[in-house]
């Protein structure tokens, strides 16, 4: 199947805590599970990515992890800043492989 | 380098027009899609392209939408008649190779609104 959820829809926090998405995906042959930023009308950005052969990777204030077991990953952004108030996107791979299913979005919002 | 190209970034038409929709893509990069995204959603595809031969167009609407990449670079996405829920975000991005575990680079998109 061809489904990619992501939770929750929306999420404040205040500026220094923690923030964190959750997705899940159906196929559990997905490989390769990007996560995008995309501020208000602009375009979506590639923030981190993960492939299936690691459980974590980390980049700064931002990290991903990955069960694959349970067939989900989440993006956990730590010590927020008012400028990553913006819409997340996570994506997996369809069955085959051959395109990406993007998530609805969470729209994080960081209060100073 | 420069990034994946759009034009025009905003276009207001009435229903029953067309419109047309162009896209360069990174340089070298071989995959091509063009996605449409709605007001709080994501990016949903329309066609990808892999060089000049549309390889998925299975969620593109083929009474009014068409597409082509001539010689595997730019790319023109069409509507002809546009109708009233056309109106979105049409988001054109591109990858180095084919498959679902390639970063894919969006362009800036274009706003369509159809009155």
């Known amino acids: 199947g061809e489904n990619v959820e992501q939770h929750p829809s929306t999420l404040s926090v205040q500026e220094g805590d923690s923030a964190v998405i959750k997705c899940t995906y159906s196929?559990?042959?997905?490989?390769?599970f990007p996560w995008y930023k995309q501020e208000l009308g602009k375009r979506p950005q590639l923030i981190i990515d993960i492939r299936s052969n690691v459980g974590e990777k980390k980049d700064q204030r931002i990290a991903v992890t990955l069960n694959k077991t349970a067939k989900h990953f989440s993006l956990h952004i730590t010590e927020t800043q008012p400028e990553d108030s913006a819409v997340y996107f996570c994506a997996a791979p369809n069955t085959g492989g051959f395109k990406t299913i993007f998530g609805a979005g969470t729209r994080l919002f960081v209060k100073a | 380098e420069a990034g994946v190209v759009q034009s025009p970034r905003y276009k207001i038409i009435e229903k029953k027009q067309p419109v047309a929709f162009w896209c360069n893509p990174i340089?070298?990069?071989?995959?091509l899609y063009w996605y449409r995204q709605n007001l709080g959603q994501g990016p949903e595809l329309l066609i990808r392209y892999e060089n000049e031969e549309a390889v998925d167009d299975s969620q593109l609407p083929k009474d009014r939408f068409s597409a082509e990449r001539l010689k595997g670079v730019d790319s023109t996405l069409k509507i002809q008649p546009a109708e009233l829920g056309d109106s979105a975000v049409y988001l054109c991005a591109s990858s180095l190779d084919w498959g679902g575990s390639y970063e894919q680079y969006f362009g800036p998109g274009t706003r369509l609104t159809v009155t």
């Open positions: 340089s070298g990069h071989n995959t």
């Open positions: 196929d559990s042959a997905s490989n390769y």
